[in-house]
């Protein structure tokens, strides 16, 4: 695992947005296009303007897909995911060649087939994550799920990710927080070619640590990430203030 420490998120959101946007620029020159994931939440805020101001992106040979959504959560929420990709990134670029959002509000069961379909039939070039306060990959808490070969999977949502969604401002209330979501599995995610992970804020502190110096343990699902071939850790001065190793030493 490549870690790179930033002094602050702005900083951090530059140089994973730059990395990203040269791993897309490849794709398409090798294979005329290109599969991207896309993470949400506040942690990706910086990394994606980044990339929204990349000038040198063909995006009309882009197909995206995206991390995970709430079931039953109406798009028009503001914690919707689809809501935040819609404005935080599709609305600011010219079309994509494809787009693959998952709907939370219809059947999940269905809804992960038809995405399965779909996503079997595009490699995934480049994957930007992001983790959880209790170390999750999109919504695969502790403990994750590592063998499932499905690509999106229906998850229950445990209590440190849902109080993170309300301390971050997206809900009201906890019991507002819904209890389900549809997710991209663990092996899905490691399917892709590149993962780009971004991970600011002194509160993910823990989980990054985690991460990089706990053996790979579904109780820590990011730590399978030491695993890929391929992963870019993007941290702050923050959020790696409790590393007890060098990180070049810690991969």
Request: with cysteine; hydrophobic share 40%; charged share 20%.
């Amino acid at each position: 695992m490549n870690v790179d420490i930033s002094a602050d998120p702005a900083e951090l959101g530059k140089r994973s947005g730059v990395l990203a946007a040269k791993l897309i620029q490849k794709a398409i020159f090798d294979k005329d296009s290109a599969n991207i994931i896309l993470a949400t939440g506040t942690s990706q805020f910086h990394t994606l303007n980044h990339l929204i101001n990349e000038g040198s992106i063909d995006w009309n040979k882009v197909i995206m897909f995206h991390l995970d959504e709430y079931i039953g959560l109406p798009v028009s929420h503001p914690a919707s995911f689809r809501k935040y990709l819609a404005e935080r990134f599709l609305g600011k670029l010219p079309p994509l060649k494809a787009v693959y959002l998952i709907n939370g509000e219809s059947d999940p069961g269905k809804e992960c087939g038809r995405l399965n379909g779909i996503i079997n039939n595009h490699p995934v070039d480049v994957a930007l994550v992001g983790i959880g306060e209790n170390g999750h990959l999109a919504f695969n808490d502790p403990p994750a799920d590592f063998a499932t070969d499905d690509p999106y999977i229906v998850v229950n949502l445990d209590e440190a990710c849902r109080k993170q969604q309300l301390g971050e401002g997206w809900f009201h209330t906890l019991t507002e927080v819904p209890g389900q979501a549809i997710s991209m599995s663990v092996q899905q995610i490691m399917k892709s070619k590149h993962i780009i992970c971004s991970v600011p804020d002194s509160r993910k502190a823990t989980a990054v640590k985690n991460t990089l110096e706990q053996s790979v343990s579904n109780l820590y699902p990011a730590s399978i990430l030491q695993d890929h071939p391929s992963c870019y850790l993007f941290l702050d001065e923050s959020s790696a203030s409790l590393l007890s190793k060098n990180p070049s030493s810690a991969t």
